[in-house]
């Protein structure tokens, strides 16, 4: 059990609770052994401490429990490539993206980024990843193996691309649905891992290779699904050739099966209010990935035009088009995306001031919410996984220098937003097991 000062949110509503000297009491759930640890109790301390004689607690003054963040779409095998300049998504996956996936054919270059790729989810403070690997059915098995004696919740899948990509990440068809079943048999459910069909984005699949991810899909109603989609222009234009047929990017998947709850689709940049529609009908989630949109120059999320349809979405780091693994800088560029008000290409769009709350919100819980994982992950609530992180609001300067005059909640939460970085991470705890 723990004391200190605690955020959570309202699991119908999102606003988030603060506990300013609350109790957060962990132990074993209902799985039995090796089950995930539970949150037990929350609550102010002085209440519950009443209820629990003899309680061993370790009191944290001056530190913030929040729910571990959860990223909703990023690329393990691009710690490689980040940072690596380009003109715009397509010259950026020839020059940069391929040339480093292609490596990943050696599984022991697997697995050495693997290791690296979870300590620095750890060192982040992420608890739950949605992750691609590469088209080398190996890079699942390098990562899942890494990942799974570390009990983080972590969702992956083998990227299928059978065609416009260059030799050595490139699959074939039949192979790469047999690999992708073999994968599920393997990994999905094996503790906290799952697994999601990885089709990478239209253009790199053939209509067999969509067919048979659907055909996989709908006899696995488990597993996830992920993939890109309305990112960039040239992008855009390309699969209007590729697709003359079908009325809009987004429509391809849905023509495939594609399209259903546990589907996390990154970016959902340049949708029209059908795509947007069609998300929602389908129980589908975007990922929203704003460092890498202002990195590769994609554009900005519409977060009002999200909000007035209602579809489900999250924030993603999309390493390594995004620059960072950090949710505080990735929370920091979707302010940012949403105070622009234009798309990038398409029309206007409204300016919006994300509330320093439901930034978080969208990095947590709602994310969790988009995986079709509410109250099992990304919230701090009686029977929810107990992953979280320990914050250390002065843990630098000029951090502890604005989290000092914050006045509430929201003013320590943007201060941490804007100024926080990995070193704020005390610890990350996940699902009772300790990583320092
Ligand atoms: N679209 C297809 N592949 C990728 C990728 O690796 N990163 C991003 N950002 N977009 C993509
Ligand atoms: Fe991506």
Known sequence: AYRAAILSFDPDTGAPRHESDGLLMTGPGAGGPGAPCVVLALGPFHELIHRYPGLDVESLPDHLIAPGFVDLHLHYPQLDVIGSPADGLLPWLEQHTFP??????????????????????????????????????????????????????????????????????????????????????????????????????????????????????????????????????????????LYPRDRSYLEVYSRFGLLRERSVYAHC?????????????????????????????????????????????????????????????TMLAAYEAGRAAFTGGGPAKAGVSLAPSRLWWLHTAGAARALGLEGVVGNLAPGCEADFVLLDPRATPLLARRTAQARDLEELLFALIVLGDERAVARTVRAGSLVD
């Open 269 to 329: 940049l340049h949708l029209d209010e059908d795509d947007r529609a069609l998300l929602r009908e389908r129980g589908a989630a975007a990922a929203v990935c704003p460092t890498s949109n202002f990195f590769l120059g994609s554009g900005c999320f519409d977060f009002a035009s999200a909000w007035r349809t209602g579809f489900l979405h999250g924030l993603a780091s999309d390493v390594g088009g995004g620059t960072s693994l950090s949710p505080f800088r």
């Open 100 to 241: 480093q996936e292609a490596r990943f054919a050696d599984p022991q270059h697997a697995a050495s980024v693997a290791e690296f790729f979870l300590d620095e989810l750890d060192r982040h403070g992420v608890t739950t990843a949605l992750t691609f690997c590469t088209s080398h059915p190996q890079s699942v098995d390098a990562l899942m193996s890494a990942a799974q004696p570390r009990g983080l919740k972590l969702i992956a899948g083998k990227c299928l691309q059978d065609r416009h990509c260059p030799d050595g990440v490139r699959d074939a068809t039949e192979q790469s649905l047999l690999d992708t079943e073999a994968l599920i048999a393997r990994w999905h459910g094996l503790g906290r891992l799952g697994y999601a069909i990885t089709p990478r984005f239209a253009p790199s699949c053939s209509d067999a290779q969509l067919q048979g991810a659907g055909e996989l899909a709908a006899r696995h109603p488990g597993v996830w699904i992920q993939s890109h989609v309305a990112e960039n222009l040239d992008e855009l234009a390309w699969v209007r050739e």
